[in-house]
């Protein structure tokens, strides 16, 4: 029996509970000892019933004092009998569960686990958990820590921690340890069969901790020793390049459209020592929204361009990447430099000519979007390549590109601000810039959390805005009405009922990822030019979009989306010299959402915010749909296990220095688990 076996093999999985499992992303064995507990009750506690307390959960120990009955009261079949210890009694009743009847019996003890209320004259636990009671002298064996499973609303916690038992019992004596003993033992770590067996039913609050610190440590470890691994190529300081500055690189930045802050001048002259070196640039760009990355990125063209160096730069979307374009085409034009666009929707005529022009070198720069990584496109003379918010790109199609070039200077630009932990494992193989100003002149964006209710107001207060001659984004997070989205705001059905009743005398129109290049891009002009006064959208717009006119932002259902992306969005207005707003609707009372909502009020420092959605959510939400394509972490917190990585890292980078091909049989197990990881490219979609 290998942990690769199918959940089917255990018993009691049909079909059914199959599918149910498979919605929890559990498919063989490994998942389902994988599948952690989020939380754990102790349930050794047993309280008498005369000191429970109402609206509380609480562990008693009882015996069943009159026969369960069944009734039905409107339509639905109910369970009720009563128990008692020698303090006193309670009701338990059990809803649309008619078997329950026979479930228990009369006389005999169970510990019953549930909530305990008033309900009309009587008090009574509903739905409890319980398992019968033969020996009270060794109450331990179920009166114990129990854990508290993520689930489904058709499994329940009973059910899980049944399969879990019944799985461990399979694998357990299947669990290779893939950590040498050497390792184990620096960092006084417990075994894996006692590391896994304990995560689900620890016997104390020290078992729990060494088998936490255990998984959290393997965890994080195989995940950094496979990036570094796989980054081997970016890590290393190749000879690249070694630029000059032009002759025109002093009045190319006086042709600038704005000054540089102080923040951009000591980016740029990192850049700048960057490229004149002999080793070719490995540079990360992180910086704000609205920090002005992209006129470095402009600075950086320009001097490997003048160099007699062609040059790339990939952005993950068409808007994105047209106005990238039109920016570019602007500074350049002056200084003679050829500029091309190719996207999914370039003309087959245009593309033909395009690619000539770039094999010819009459064309020294190329903007586009993944068009760019085809076989056919060929750039021979490839000196800087730029990535823009590099997190949406794979290793594969960073690598793509960089290959069209003989060792190309390489920099990646994000407006995602990264806290620093989750940078470490990102772009550890990097030297890191970040742009830590705005440029002067930007008006602080007011930020209100609000209810639905508050719709009225929210839309006389964009009216007054569009008659003063502003625009508004409102976005969405669902592009159509789903079987399950029936509370959720839709593209289409808010954009008809907008321009049928609440702002007939406006021009409204929608914008969503499924529309095609071509539409999509004649949207985002209109909006641009002012002919759209409200846009409705997906995220699709989170991503560079630059209309200086637009001041309000409304976000919908705005605990759909994590901060960091809610940041993102808040950055497309506030980019002109007018007041901006932006405005969260959401009814959620989850205490987790209100503090997330709260902090977009009182901050829009983007690494403020950035740490906050790492704390509050951890990292595998961290970029609102996992777009930073981290492997998800099933166990480890990047937040709040910061500690344990920087062991990890200390460890791998001494491993590897002292064997980087893990050619030592202590390693075997280790190369065999890495290798089972390339093989799913769970990682190759992490960089």
């Given at each position: 029996?290998?942990?690769?076996?199918?959940?089917?093999?255990?018993?009691?999985?049909?079909?059914?509970?199959?599918?149910?499992?498979?919605?929890?992303?559990?498919?063989?064995?490994?998942?389902?000892?994988?599948?952690?507990?989020?939380?754990?009750?102790?349930?050794?506690?047993?309280?008498?019933?005369?000191?429970?307390?109402?609206?509380?959960?609480?562990?008693?120990?009882?015996?069943?004092?009159?026969?369960?009955?069944?009734?039905?009261?409107?339509?639905?079949?109910?369970?009720?009998?009563?128990?008692?210890?020698?303090?006193?009694?309670?009701?338990?009743?059990?809803?649309?569960?008619?078997?329950?009847?026979?479930?228990?019996?009369?006389?005999?003890?169970?510990?019953?686990?549930?909530?305990?209320?008033?309900?009309?004259?009587?008090?009574?636990?509903?739905?409890?958990?319980?398992?019968?009671?033969?020996?009270?002298?060794?109450?331990?064996?179920?009166?114990?820590?129990?854990?508290?499973?993520?689930?489904?609303?058709?499994?329940?916690?009973?059910?899980?921690?049944?399969?879990?038992?019944?799985?461990?019992?399979?694998?357990?004596?299947?669990?290779?340890?893939?950590?040498?003993?050497?390792?184990?033992?620096?960092?006084?770590?417990?075994?894996?069969?006692?590391?896994?067996?304990?995560?689900?039913?620890?016997?104390?609050?020290?078992?729990?901790?060494?088998?936490?610190?255990?998984?959290?440590?393997?965890?994080?470890?195989?995940?950094?020793?496979?990036?570094?691994?796989?980054?081997?190529?970016?890590?290393?300081?190749?000879?690249?390049?070694?630029?000059?500055?032009?002759?025109?690189?002093?009045?190319?930045?006086?042709?600038?459209?704005?000054?540089?802050?102080?923040?951009?001048?000591?980016?740029?002259?990192?850049?700048?020592?960057?490229?004149?070196?002999?080793?070719?640039?490995?540079?990360?760009?992180?910086?704000?929204?609205?920090?002005?990355?992209?006129?470095?990125?402009?600075?950086?063209?320009?001097?490997?361009?003048?160099?007699?160096?062609?040059?790339?730069?990939?952005?993950?979307?068409?808007?994105?990447?047209?106005?990238?374009?039109?920016?570019?085409?602007?500074?350049?034009?002056?200084?003679?430099?050829?500029?091309?666009?190719?996207?999914?929707?370039?003309?087959?005529?245009?593309?033909?000519?395009?690619?000539?022009?770039?094999?010819?070198?009459?064309?020294?720069?190329?903007?586009?979007?993944?068009?760019?990584?085809?076989?056919?496109?060929?750039?021979?003379?490839?000196?800087?390549?730029?990535?823009?918010?590099?997190?949406?790109?794979?290793?594969?199609?960073?690598?793509?590109?960089?290959?069209?070039?003989?060792?190309?200077?390489?920099?990646?630009?994000?407006?995602?601000?990264?806290?620093?932990?989750?940078?470490?494992?990102?772009?550890?193989?990097?030297?890191?810039?970040?742009?830590?100003?705005?440029?002067?002149?930007?008006?602080?964006?007011?930020?209100?959390?609000?209810?639905?209710?508050?719709?009225?107001?929210?839309?006389?207060?964009?009216?007054?805005?569009?008659?003063?001659?502003r625009q508004c984004y409102i976005i969405c997070p669902m592009v159509e009405e789903s079987e399950n989205g029936g509370e959720l705001q839709n593209v289409l059905e808010y954009t008809a009922?907008?321009?049928?009743?609440?702002?007939?005398?406006?021009?409204?129109?929608?914008?969503?990822?499924?529309?095609?290049?071509?539409?999509?891009?004649?949207?985002?002009?209109?909006?641009?030019?002012?002919?759209?006064?409200?846009?409705?959208?997906?995220?699709?717009?989170?991503?560079?979009?630059?209309?200086?006119?637009?001041?309000?932002?409304?976000?919908?259902?705005?605990?759909?989306?994590?901060?960091?992306?809610?940041?993102?969005?808040?950055?497309?207005?506030?980019?002109?010299?007018?007041?901006?707003?932006?405005?969260?609707?959401?009814?959620?009372?989850?205490?987790?959402?209100?503090?997330?909502?709260?902090?977009?009020?009182?901050?829009?420092?983007?690494?403020?915010?950035?740490?906050?959605?790492?704390?509050?959510?951890?990292?595998?939400?961290?970029?609102?749909?996992?777009?930073?394509?981290?492997?998800?972490?099933?166990?480890?917190?990047?937040?709040?296990?910061?500690?344990?990585?920087?062991?990890?890292?200390?460890?791998?980078?001494?491993?590897?220095?002292?064997?980087?091909?893990?050619?030592?049989?202590?390693?075997?197990?280790?190369?065999?688990?890495?290798?089972?990881?390339?093989?799913?490219?769970?990682?190759?979609?992490?960089?």
């Amino acid at each position: 029996m290998g942990l690769n076996e199918s959940i089917l093999t255990i018993k009691g999985v049909g079909a059914q509970v199959a599918s149910k499992l498979n919605k929890l992303g559990i498919y063989t064995l490994k998942d389902m000892i994988e599948h952690y507990p989020r939380d754990y009750e102790d349930r050794r506690k047993i309280t008498p019933i005369e000191a429970i307390t109402m609206e509380e959960h609480h562990n008693i120990l009882a015996s069943v004092a009159t026969p369960p009955q069944v009734t039905k009261k409107a339509g639905k079949i109910i369970v009720t009998f009563r128990v008692k210890d020698s303090t006193g009694s309670i009701y338990v009743t059990f809803y649309g569960q008619a078997y329950m009847k026979n479930n228990f019996q009369m006389g005999e003890k169970y510990l019953l686990y549930g909530k305990v209320r008033r309900k009309y004259a009587k008090i009574e636990m509903e739905s409890p958990e319980y398992q019968k009671v033969t020996d009270t002298e060794n109450l331990e064996k179920v009166a114990k820590i129990t854990p508290i499973y993520p689930a489904t609303s058709k499994l329940s916690q009973k059910v899980i921690r049944s399969l879990i038992e019944k799985s461990l019992a399979l694998c357990v004596p299947f669990l290779e340890d893939c950590l040498p003993e050497a390792i184990k033992k620096q960092y006084d770590l417990v075994e894996k069969t006692e590391a896994v067996t304990s995560i689900h039913f620890p016997k104390n609050g020290t078992a729990f901790f060494e088998a936490r610190k255990r998984l959290v440590f393997e965890e994080l470890f195989m995940l950094q020793l496979s990036l570094y691994r796989l980054k081997a190529d970016f890590a290393q300081k190749y000879e690249g390049i070694s630029y000059h500055l032009p002759e025109d690189f002093k009045s190319f930045l006086e042709k600038l459209p704005f000054s540089l802050t102080a923040a951009q001048k000591r980016v740029v002259q990192e850049i700048v020592e960057d490229m004149k070196s002999n080793l070719a640039m490995n540079r990360l760009i992180q910086g704000d929204v609205g920090s002005g990355k992209t006129v470095i990125a402009a600075i950086a063209l320009f001097m490997a361009v003048k160099n007699g160096y062609q040059t790339a730069l990939m952005a993950p979307t068409e808007v994105l990447a047209v106005q990238h374009y039109g920016f570019l085409q602007s500074l350049m034009a002056p200084f003679n430099i050829e500029i091309a666009l190719l996207t999914g929707s370039t003309t087959k005529k245009q593309r033909q000519e395009i690619l000539e022009g770039i094999k010819q070198q009459k064309i020294h720069m190329v903007i586009g979007t993944h068009a760019l990584i085809e076989e056919q496109v060929e750039i021979p003379k490839l000196g800087l390549v730029i990535t823009d918010e590099q997190h949406r790109f794979g290793v594969r199609q960073r690598l793509k590109l960089t290959e069209k070039g003989m060792r190309p200077d390489v920099m990646v630009m994000t407006a995602t601000p990264i806290p620093r932990t989750l940078a470490l494992i990102l772009y550890g193989d990097m030297d890191i810039s970040i742009i830590d100003e705005l440029p002067p002149g930007r008006v602080p964006i007011q930020t209100n959390g609000v209810e639905s209710s508050y719709h009225t107001r929210i839309y006389r207060f964009i009216e007054k805005q569009l008659l003063e001659g502003r625009q508004c984004y409102i976005i969405c997070p669902m592009v159509e009405e789903s079987e399950n989205g029936g509370e959720l705001q839709n593209v289409l059905e808010y954009t008809a009922e907008l321009k049928a009743d609440v702002f007939s005398s406006f021009t409204v129109e929608y914008l969503h990822g499924k529309m095609k290049p071509k539409e999509k891009n004649e949207v985002m002009r209109r909006f641009s030019s002012g002919e759209i006064q409200i846009l409705v959208s997906t995220t699709v717009v989170e991503v560079g979009v630059n209309v200086p006119n637009a001041t309000v932002m409304l976000i919908e259902n705005a605990e759909r989306f994590g901060l960091a992306q809610l940041h993102q969005l808040r950055g497309r207005v506030g980019r002109g010299v007018h007041k901006s707003y932006c405005i969260l609707v959401s009814d959620s009372k989850n205490k987790v959402t209100q503090k997330r909502l709260k902090i977009m009020e009182e901050s829009t420092d983007g690494f403020v915010i950035a740490e906050t959605d790492l704390k509050l959510r951890g990292p595998g939400e961290f970029f609102g749909t996992r777009q930073h394509g981290l492997p998800e972490m099933k166990i480890a917190n990047l937040y709040t296990d910061a500690k344990v990585l920087k062991e990890v890292q200390y460890c791998v980078k001494n491993i590897l220095h002292q064997d980087p091909l893990l050619k030592k049989s202590d390693y075997r197990e280790l190369v065999k688990e890495i290798q089972e990881l390339a093989a799913k490219e769970v990682l190759h979609r992490a960089l």
